[in-house]
Structure formats: C-alpha cells, structure tokens
C-alpha cells in the first residue's frame, strides 16, 4: 500500500513542528514523503515492494517525477533504470548529509567475465545501470568504443540518488571491470552515496552526465573511467590498492568544441585506511589515458602520500604511448604529500594549471553540455543541498 493520506498529513505536521527540513529529509528520516511515493523494504509489511528494481519497474513510462524510499538493509540485486522521466531513489537514513551512515546497501559480486575466462560487456557486471537501452549502456572496444547507433533517444533526464551505498563485491583486489554503476545517455546526481568495488568502479559512458556531491568513491584501477562527463564534488576517494590510475577516460571528437572528461573538485584522495597506506605509499597513479583524448582534472583536492610522484602515468600499448598533445591529464592547486613538484615536472606526464588554463572548467555549468554541445547543463542537479 501506498503511505495513507493521514499519514502523509500527521507526519508533515509534526515535521513541520521541528526546525524546518528539507522535503527529501522529512521523508528518509520522517517517512513523511510526497505522495504516491513507492516504498521499498525486504521486512516492514507497509513496503510497496521487497526489491528495489520491482519499485523500478512499477514506476509508469511517462515524464512525471517518481521517488522510491528504500528502507535499510542490503539488497542483493542488479538495478536497470530505462525511463526517461524523473526518479528519486531516497536510502532511509538517520544522517541524510553524512554517507559513512548510510543504511542502504544495493550489492551484487560480478565481473565482466566469469571463472573461465568467458566476458562479456562491462555493463553486465553493474550493480546499477542506467541507460535508455541495452547498446547506449555497451562500453566496447577500441579507440572509439561501441558505436551506438545515432537515434538512440535520451534516456532518463533528471535521476537522483541520496544516501545509497552500491557495492560491488566480486574479488577484494583488481579482477577485470566490476562496475558499481554505469550511467551513459543520461542526467543524474549523487548526494551521500557510496561506490566500491576494486576495478572499473564507477563508469559514466556516452552522454552520460553524472554529479557526484559528498560521496565515497572506492577502487583500485581505474576506478573513475568513462566517455562522459563526470564531475565529483566534495567528496572521499579511497585508496584499496593501486592499479592503472585512478581515472581512466576516453575522449570523443566532436563537430562542437566539447569538455567530456572527469573533474574532481574539493576532495581528498587517501589510501582507503591505515593498514593498507604503508604498502601503496608513492605508487598509486592519479589517471592514464585510456585514448588520447583522456581528460582529467584534481582541483583544490588533497592528496595523500599514497599518490606517485608523477601524478599521472601514460598508458604504452604495443610500444605506442598515447600522450599527445591534447591528452589532458591535470591538477590545479593540490594540496597535501601526495604533491611532489619535482615529481610532477621530472615525469612530464601531468600538467599543473595556471587559474589561467582552469578557468573552462571550473564549474559544473562549464563542463556538462546538452548532447548538441550547449554548455549550462545543470538543472538536473540539486543545488538545494544543505552546506553542512
Ligand atoms: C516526455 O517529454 C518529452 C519532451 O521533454 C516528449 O518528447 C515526450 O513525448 C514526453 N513523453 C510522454 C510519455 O509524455
Ligand atoms: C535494462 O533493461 C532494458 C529494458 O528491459 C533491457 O533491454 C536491457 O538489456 C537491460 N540492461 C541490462 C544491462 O541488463
Ligand atoms: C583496508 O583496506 C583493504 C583494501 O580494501 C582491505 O583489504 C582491508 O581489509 C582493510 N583493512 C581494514 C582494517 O579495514
Ligand atoms: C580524433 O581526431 C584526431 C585527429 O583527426 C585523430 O588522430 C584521433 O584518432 C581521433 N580520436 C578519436 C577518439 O576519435
Ligand atoms: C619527489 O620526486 C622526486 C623526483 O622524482 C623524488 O626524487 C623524490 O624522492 C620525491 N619525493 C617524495 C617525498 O616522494
Ligand atoms: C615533455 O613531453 C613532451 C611531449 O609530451 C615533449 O615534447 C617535451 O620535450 C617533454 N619535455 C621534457 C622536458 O622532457
């Protein structure tokens, strides 16, 4: 059954009595929830549904705003979101600003092969995928990637997520791609969530805008890699070993000047905790180019001593390097041991920006376009979010 009207209307009042909230935290701390919101728990008898994706299919093919408030606990599924239309995934929570509290978990062990050697794409391996069809989700192969066809439509224009952790739990180490999500042909936010897995964690593929605000993002190769356009504000990014980089991106050409790439702004980078920090200390490389066109920025971010004194590494395959001269692997204003100048330069592999060179990126406005290139793409994300 749906939350019933009296409810919905005692809980608003006695929300309404305490200092005032924002409407999302009144209905993961409250359950006082917009109407027609679809509950989700494997337990409490009032849940609409026991899995999350049965919530997701329910939710009808059209452009109105849909929330789903999960109820803590872990859900052992693959979750595929194909709408269009607006959808809110809200994790019950004591703590809607703080993710190291979150109380839902979406969990599933799977790399992009099995136990004898047989793969197949990486998008299988995902906890979460979203994407308008199978082909906008396949990352492929090659310089370019999968070539998905050109009228595939846009897929879902404003997803949102608060306080979910999704954990991918295939190996403890780097084992092949075992993604945690997979965005691609869509607009989504992240607040207070979580991402773990140890290989190709978090992928944002073609056309895929992704925000990522508060949250943590754990892995060990490669684990922010993609086509899109990512940008990862305020947030942990953990350490559990060192493989490849830490991002791994694939640039696109395109007829309109476009800024596909990965920005991380405000965060800090650390070994994911103190028995592992000794045994990665200078050896983990902050990204390497999955094409030329890999474009990556650490901005007003710390980093601690787990990073390689280059910062960033090429990627040599069959002897060829793929740096070029429009390969952007960059930091601007680092702070923390994780920075060795003299690294930086010796290596020439990371540019180091002037305000200068950082000024077209320094803003979500300035990096997420519409997909004909138009930048100031953002209506999508939450600005609302408390400051603390
Ligand atoms: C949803 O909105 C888009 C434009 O934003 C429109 O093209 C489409 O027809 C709408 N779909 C439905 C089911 O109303
Ligand atoms: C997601 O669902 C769509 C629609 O049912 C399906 O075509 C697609 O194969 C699914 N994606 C994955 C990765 O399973
Ligand atoms: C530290 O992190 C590593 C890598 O994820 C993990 O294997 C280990 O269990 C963690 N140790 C502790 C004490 O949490
Ligand atoms: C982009 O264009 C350059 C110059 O024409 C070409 O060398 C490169 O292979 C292209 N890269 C991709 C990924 O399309
Ligand atoms: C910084 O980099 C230089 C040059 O690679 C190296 O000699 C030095 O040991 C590094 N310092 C630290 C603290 O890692
Ligand atoms: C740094 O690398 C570029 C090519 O990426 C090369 O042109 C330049 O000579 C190198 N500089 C030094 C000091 O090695």
Same mark, same amino acid.
Do not use: E
């Given at each position: 059954m749906r939350l019933s009207w009296l409810a919905f209307c005692m809980n608003a009042i006695l929300a309404s009595a305490g200092p005032l909230k924002p409407a999302r935290h009144t209905c993961q701390t409250d359950l006082a929830c917009p109407k027609g919101t679809v509950i989700v728990s494997k337990t409490d008898s009032s849940a609409h549904f026991?899995?999350?994706?049965?919530?997701?299919? *329910?939710?009808?093919?059209?452009?109105?705003t849909q929330t789903i408030l999960i109820l803590p606990g872990t859900y052992k599924e693959q979750l595929n979101v194909t709408r269009s239309g607006p959808v809110t995934l809200l994790g019950q929570t004591d703590d809607p600003t703080d993710a190291t509290k979150n109380k839902v978990t979406i969990t599933w062990a799977q790399a992009n092969h099995d136990n004898t050697g047989q793969s197949v794409d990486n998008v299988f391996s995902s906890v979460l995928t979203v994407a308008p069809t199978l082909e906008a989700s396949y990352s492929g192969s090659g310089p370019t990637g999968y070539p998905v066809p050109a009228d595939t439509p846009f897929g879902n224009v404003d997803f949102r997520v608060y306080n979910i952790d999704f954990r991918n739990t295939w190996s403890e180490y780097s084992d092949g791609p075992a993604h945690a999500i997979s965005f691609s042909r869509a607009n989504g936010g992240f607040?207070?969530?979580?991402?773990? *897995?140890?290989?190709?964690t978090v992928y944002v593929g073609?056309?895929?805008?992704?925000?990522?605000?508060?949250?943590?993002?754990?892995g060990q190769t490669d684990f922010l890699y993609g086509f899109g356009t990512a940008w990862v504000q305020s947030s942990e990014i953990l350490l559990r070993g060192c493989g490849g980089g830490i991002t791994a991106w694939k640039g696109t050409n395109t007829t309109f000047t476009n800024n596909y790439g990965v920005y991380i702004a405000d965060s800090s980078v650390r070994a994911a905790n103190e028995s592992i920090a000794p045994s990665i200390k200078g050896q983990c490389a902050l990204g390497r180019p999955w094409n030329s066109l890999h474009r990556s920025i650490f901005a007003r971010t710390s980093e601690d001593a787990s990073i390689a004194p280059t910062g960033y590494i090429d990627w040599v395959v069959d002897g060829q390097s793929r740096l070029t001269k429009d390969t952007i692997m960059a930091e601007y204003q680092i702070t923390g041991p994780g920075f060795n100048a003299t690294g930086r330069r010796a290596g020439n592999v990371t540019i180091v920006m002037t305000d200068r060179e950082y000024a077209r990126y320094n803003s979500p406005a300035k990096v997420f376009q519409h997909p004909n290139g138009r930048p100031g793409n953002i209506n999508w994300i939450d600005w609302t979010l408390d400051t603390n």
């Open positions: 026991t899995t999350v994706q049965d919530a997701i299919l *329910s939710l009808p093919n059209d452009n109105t607040y207070y969530c979580g991402f773990y *897995s140890y290989q190709d073609k056309l895929g805008n992704a925000y990522f605000h508060k949250n943590i993002i754990a």
